[in-house]
């Protein structure tokens, strides 16, 4: 056994439980809503989407009850600490636009309630329990988990063939990627003995100090790990959707219900960054190997390929789907930039991005629910006059993204380009910029569309109750209003006044290397 | 009382923003309402703005009415405001121009009455924050904001190719400002290693040791910012289509105050923060600008579209500007400055006039023209002072300027000076020129049959500017003497550097021999 800190007179069960409360309180909710469809009675969709509400809820209040405990659990398989409560807070407000998103369109679609919710809080205690792994087989146990639950949402619409492709093609993919984590986490071990990343991390340390391979296995220790952890990365950066290895993610985005879209973007997204961030600053710093180069070249391509594909794009998913993937590039330059600036950066803009991306995607399940406007560009032409207030946030969020200031997505950027310079990764950060200046084109365009369309707006008449107010006529659901109302006002927030988040990060960060 | 005074700038940065929450709840078919009160509001904005100039000391080149908050202290950025006698008079500029042209639009913007008025409102915070920021980020949030209202302003109420113009004007000046980030965040990360802090205090990144070869670079990415929006020579390819398609209160504004933004830029980030290279690359950037004033002038003369050509006057007379600033003598730049003050208004005037012949002819192409005078002698009376004034007239504000670049500049640089000066020649054939088939020779058009002259708002729009020209053509001292104090600080701050760099090229020129 490790020398675990032990925690005031607590056993080893109490102390593991008290690790994983978080991820229990969302699987005990998620078997709940489950439960209901065995009652006709409960079955109602209402009652599954309050149920995960309440749930979600529930596990944020524990994780803030949790928030200064700094907990091993399992044999230090499991780790609950500051760096810990961020990303939960984080993934369950992913989680929680997701549920939110998704009652209208459930109630569209016709499709089996419970099932669904279940499987997103599912999906969600995945993500935190890939969070907080800190052993290379938990690692692969709860990306398997997640992506489970993710194969599944995404072929959800039944008989929708562009579903059922997008599920199987993220499937097979997705397998692949599984394939070359776990091949990675077995060379890692044979080279280390370890599966533990702190174990992992100490052995490394010994050999670089060490300074000879000799006298601690040779060379072949060196090649071993090397190709163990660049299978580890193409493994992760599937789920990171970064260049290469990016094919499925416009597919899946595309096909998938567009809640789901969301909860691909934005929760699995942050889930694989974090724990690329926790196994990097553990394990890839090492003088092993230059790792640094290869993520500037996944960088530069995911950014430059990303923000071409977005450009030539004319499906908004699609290209939502695109620019996340350049999103992943300018996130990368945060942990490029490394150090305790660049990683409380690269936090800084993971939580900036679920907001401004969420609140995206929000305004897409609106116009798709009202059934007016279908997911082409084209169709959104002159609705910055029909629904004032929703086309300004969609303008605001796309603001973000391209990072203009008073917006988050401008503080996020600022903060990864100067950590990035501050470590001497000039030219990677000057790509990035004339990425942005690039980026800014289809962004705009969006907003050309809404605002300035060629001729007077041309899209169908609403129902004919002359409503002036933004608001389509009364049909819009409280839950998307919330999600967009409260991804406008943090995006805002992070834009304007970011020291309060930027503590967070910087706290966060600060307890990744506490070990 | 007290209280107003000395948070003055946050008053006047924010107070149209509290205009906006006041016109929100209008209902939007009023639009009555709408414009009169945005204009009143914006009236009241230039009265607080006048405080400024009143209790402005003059003869000390010191930051005044300076604020400062902690604001980001993770990267050292703070709530910084502070002017000095240059940004007091664009401030100033600034507000009376948004008055003028929400008053001027009362008959040009006919749709989406309260989007208009509220972006006009927004864009004025930006334009106020940019030119009082002291903090390297605050400036920036505020300088790449501000594009956001103006392309809205451009693509929605624009003519023709508006949205073509709106994008080009926004992608060209993002990219500019993006590589200027870079050059602010490379500055911003040496000054952290050379002090262990994390500061955006313009005042203390004046402090940071850079070496020449890195100083040329930066320099260069901070001068691509700056230029595009200038714009200087090569660069101004998006001002001729912004300008002519914007509407009237747009153009106003472009050409009034954002144009403007540039030339503080070098003065206030560029060349302190970079002085020698900016001593190296003077030379350089003069040519540049002396090409800008041929070039402008002469495409000009050329123009069918009469906002074209005052677009590309434009062109030239900052040129000008540019001349002076980096001949780098006192006097030079006292004139740069007055001459920032004077391009705003007498360009913004000549807007104002196209504006009106459209509103009234539809149609900007100086062939449909002719004749007006006899229809409308206020309006022929007022151009033509407009017109003289930007041509640089004696007696106008427009000869002071250049009269004071032209004699600071023709010490170090007197062939350029001298080729740079002809531009004033060509000023006056193309807007003489275009004066003469605008508003003399025979009635072609039948449209100016029965032109309308003036009416009431429309001189209250136009007499502000007019006071003007005379008040700096007549007695520009009030202007200078609160100008001067600031420049000849700026320029013994950045002389020492001069002397360095003189070393420096002797030394090299010793090694070389």
């Keep these: ?515 | 009382m007290d209280f107003f005074i000395k948070h003055l700038l946050s008053v006047l940065i924010f107070f149209p923003v509290v205009s906006i929450f006041l016109l929100l709840p209008v209902n939007k078919k009023n639009e009555w309402l709408l414009r009169n009160l945005s204009t009143f509001l914006s009236l009241v904005e230039f009265i607080f703005s006048l405080y400024l100039f009143i209790y402005f000391r003059p003869n000390t080149y010191k930051f005044q009415f300076v604020e400062k908050f902690n604001w980001i202290p993770s990267f050292g950025a703070s709530y910084f405001l502070g002017i000095d006698g240059v940004s007091l008079f664009l401030i100033l500029l600034t507000t009376l121009l948004t008055f003028v042209s929400l008053l001027s639009s009362y008959r040009y913007i006919k749709t989406h009455v309260k989007e208009f008025v509220i972006l006009m409102l927004l864009l004025e915070t930006f334009m106020l924050g940019t030119f009082a920021a002291l903090d390297v980020l605050l400036f920036y949030l505020f300088w790449e904001f501000m594009l956001i209202p103006m392309y809205f302003i451009i693509g929605m109420w624009g003519t023709g190719n508006r949205v073509y113009s709106a994008v080009k004007f926004v992608l060209y000046t993002l990219s500019g400002s993006l590589i200027m980030l870079f050059g602010l965040i490379y500055i911003f990360i040496m000054h952290y290693d050379q002090t262990g802090n994390f500061t955006f205090n313009i005042l203390r990144l004046y402090n940071t040791h850079i070496s020449d070869g890195l100083q040329l670079i930066l320099f260069i990415a901070l001068f691509l910012g700056f230029a595009i929006k200038i714009p200087l020579f090569p660069f101004h390819t998006w001002l001729p289509d912004a300008h002519t398609e914007a509407p009237t209160a747009g153009s106003v504004i472009l050409a009034g105050v954002l144009l403007k933004f540039g030339v503080y830029g070098f003065f206030r980030f560029a060349i302190p923060l970079l002085p020698r290279a900016a001593f190296a690359l003077a030379p350089f950037v003069i040519v540049l600008s002396v090409i800008g004033i041929l070039y402008g002038a002469f495409v000009s003369i050329v123009q069918k579209d009469l906002k074209r050509l005052v677009a590309f006057s434009s062109v030239s007379h900052m040129g000008f500007i540019m001349l002076g600033l980096f001949a780098m003598s006192a006097i030079s730049i006292d004139g740069s400055v007055i001459q920032l003050l004077n391009h705003g208004i007498a360009t913004g005037a000549l807007f104002l006039f196209v504006g009106m012949l459209y509103e009234r002819m539809h149609t900007r192409q100086i062939k449909d023209f002719g004749g007006i005078a006899k229809k409308a002698p206020i309006f022929t009376a007022f151009f033509m002072i407009s017109v003289l004034a930007s041509v640089g007239l004696p007696g106008l504000n427009g000869f002071i300027g250049e009269f004071l670049i032209l004699v600071g500049a023709f010490r170090s640089y007197p062939v350029l000076t001298i080729i740079g000066a002809s531009g004033i020649i060509f000023a006056a054939v193309y807007l003489l020129w275009m004066f003469q088939r605008v508003m003399f020779q025979d009635v072609t058009n039948p449209a100016a049959e029965n032109f309308e002259d003036m009416n009431l708002r429309e001189i209250i729009t136009i007499l502000p500017l007019i006071i003007l020209m005379f008040l700096i053509g007549f007695y520009p001292m009030p202007f200078l003497e609160r100008i001067d104090p600031t420049v000849l600080h700026f320029l013994s701050a950045i002389n020492h550097h001069k002397a360095v760099y003189n070393l420096i090229k002797l030394k090299t020129g010793l090694s070389n021999a």
């Design chain 1, 1 to 515: 056994m490790h020398n675990m800190p032990l925690i005031y007179g607590m056993n080893f069960l109490e102390k593991s439980m008290l690790s994983i409360i978080p991820e229990t309180v969302i699987i005990i909710f998620a078997f709940m809503v489950l439960f209901l469809a065995f009652f006709e009675k409960l079955a109602k969709r209402k009652n599954s989407y309050y149920l995960s509400l309440i749930g979600i809820g529930f596990s944020i209040l524990y994780v803030l009850m949790l928030s200064d405990r700094n907990i091993y659990g399992f044999y230090g398989s499991v780790v609950f600490n500051g760096f810990e409560v961020f990303l939960f807070i984080a993934i369950l407000f992913s989680g929680m636009f997701t549920v939110l998103m998704s009652k209208d369109y459930m109630e569209n679609s016709g499709m089996p309630a419970p099932e669904y919710y279940s499987l997103i809080l599912f999906g969600l205690s995945a993500m935190m329990f890939l969070v907080s792994s800190n052993n290379l087989i938990m690692v692969f146990l709860s990306i398997e988990f997640m992506s489970i639950c993710a194969y599944i949402l995404t072929g959800y619409i039944k008989g929708d063939t562009r579903s059922t492709e997008a599920a199987l093609k993220y499937f097979i993919l997705g397998a692949f990627a599984s394939a070359f984590l776990l091949f990675g986490a077995v060379f890692i071990y044979a080279a280390t003995g370890h599966l533990n990343l702190y174990a992992i991390h100490s052995f490394l340390e010994n050999i670089s100090y060490a300074g000879s391979n000799k006298a601690v296995g040779g060379i072949g220790i060196k090649i071993y790990i090397s190709a163990g952890l660049v299978m580890f990365l193409v493994g992760l950066a599937f789920k990171m959707s970064l260049f290469p290895f990016h094919s499925w993610t416009p597919d899946a985005y595309d096909g998938a219900p567009t809640p789901i879209t969301n909860f691909m973007a934005t929760g699995i997204k942050l889930a694989a960054f974090a724990i690329f961030l926790r196994i990097y600053s553990l394990i890839y710093n090492f003088n092993i190997m230059n790792f640094n180069d290869i993520l500037w070249l996944l960088a530069v391509f995911s950014m430059t390929f990303g923000n071409i594909a977005a450009l030539l794009s004319s499906n908004i998913k699609r290209l939502l789907a695109y620019s996340s993937i350049a999103q992943a590039g300018y996130i990368l330059i945060g942990i490029i930039g490394g150090g305790f600036y660049g990683y409380s950066g690269t936090l800084f803009y993971l939580l900036a991005y679920i907001f401004m991306t969420a609140g995206a995607f929000a305004v897409v399940v609106i116009f798709e629910n009202s059934d007016i406007i279908s997911l082409d560009i084209k169709r959104y032409a002159g609705i910055g006059y029909k629904y004032p207030f929703i086309a300004a946030a969609m303008s605001f969020f796309l603001l973000s993204f391209a990072g203009i200031p008073l917006t988050s997505g401008f503080m996020g950027k600022f903060y990864v380009f100067s950590s990035a310079v501050k470590s001497g990764y000039n030219w990677l950060v000057l790509i990035a910029l004339l990425n942005s200046a690039f980026a800014a084109f289809y962004y705009i365009k969006i907003i050309v569309k809404m605002y300035m369309p060629d001729k007077e707006p041309a899209s169908p008449p609403l129902n004919s109750s002359g409503d002036n107010l933004g608001i389509i006529s009364g049909a819009i659901d409280d839950g998307l209003m919330l999600t967009i109302i409260i991804c406008l006002i943090l995006t805002l927030l992070m834009g304007v006044f970011p020291q309060i988040f930027i503590n967070f990060a910087n706290n966060s960060a600060d307890l990744l290397w506490r070990i």
